[in-house]
Every structure is written in C-alpha cells, then in structure tokens.
C-alpha cells in the first residue's frame, strides 16, 4: 500500500470517530507533509517519537487532530493524485486552485515538499501528490 495514502486514511478516519492524536509509522516525506498541512492549519502539532517493542525501538510521528465549532473538522475533505502506479507531473504555470482557494495541493518539487501555491510562486512544477480541503 502506498505510504502516503496510507498516512493520509488514518487522519481521515481518525477525524471522523472524533479522536484527539493519531500515530503514524515515521518517514521523513511524512514528516515534511505532516509539518505542511500543520502550517496550512489542518492538523496541530507534529511529534517525533520513539516507541520501544521487544527487540527494537520503531519511531512514528504523532499527531495532533484539529477540529473547528466542536466536532467539525478541519480536514473536510482530501484527494489522492498521483498514485504508485500512476505519477501525475504538472508545470508551474497549470498549477490552479484548489476547491476555489479553500483547498490545497501538496507538490513535490525539486527544491522539496511544498503547497502548490509557494509551488507557483518558486515558479517551479512537479509531482502532484494530493489535494486537502
């Protein structure tokens, strides 16, 4: 299963039965989107930790879930793009609003995981990896 997609279903289903965190198996690409969407506003605060099993320490980054008039979420809704099986590539100038600008997509471009709107700004396209709104 795609890790990304992965990460991205356990926020989801998180959010919707109303828990507060959620644990996620570490990568420094989940790291950096995890750090994105924090600064977009869609989750809270992003931990580094380190859980000990019997015979080896697994790191996981933990998850603040923000949640907006009570038990509204912050993340309405999310669309995965580019996929393993299929990489979706777009310049700079086709990157476009997402949901109207209510909504954001995560580009991985070759200065690093960015929003598609610093993306457009740089001046610099890539692989389309998901839209959250």
Same mark, same amino acid.
Do not use: C
């Given at each position: ?12 289903? *998180? ?5 507060? #965190?959620? @644990? ?7 790291? =950096? /989107? ?41 993340? *309405? ?5 580019? #996929?393993? @099986? ?7 100038? =086709? /990157? ?38």
């Amino acid at each position: 299963m795609d890790p990304i997609s992965d990460m991205l279903n356990r926020i989801k289903n *998180a959010q919707a039965v109303g828990r507060e #965190r959620v @644990s996620v198996p570490f990568s420094k690409v989940k790291l =950096q /989107i995890a750090q994105l969407l924090n600064a977009a506003g869609y989750i809270g605060e992003v931990e580094r930790r380190t859980r000990t099993t019997k015979k080896s320490e697994v790191e996981y980054l933990d998850l603040a879930l923000r949640y907006t008039e009570g038990t509204e979420g912050a993340i *309405a809704g999310m669309r995965i793009i580019s #996929r393993p @099986s299929r990489h979706i590539y777009i310049k700079a100038s =086709q /990157i476009r609003a997402v949901r109207s600008g209510y909504g954001t997509a995560v580009v991985s471009t070759s200065k690093g995981i960015m929003t598609s709107q610093d993306a457009r700004r740089n001046g610099l396209g890539g692989e389309v990896m998901f839209e959250i709104w």
